[in-house]
């Protein structure tokens, strides 16, 4: 799993997540979560 953010490596286990387009993705930390939350497609289109 990558956290979208940040592009590092998490684990699946992490406790930060988001649900968004039907999918579920991780995050290393809140801050990374609130990020992607406010503004998804801008971390989703970067890849
Ligand atoms: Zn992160």
Redesign the pocket.
């Known amino acids: 799993m990558i ?1 979208p ?4 490596e ?1 684990n699946e286990k992490s406790e930060f997540k988001s649900n968004y387009g039907g999918k579920v993705y991780f ?3 809140a ?2 979560k609130q990020s992607f939350d406010k503004k998804p497609d801008k971390y989703l289109k970067r890849k």
């Not at 953010?5 to 590092?8: E, G, I, S």
């Open positions: 956290d953010v940040c592009n590092m998490i995050f290393c930390s801050s990374c």
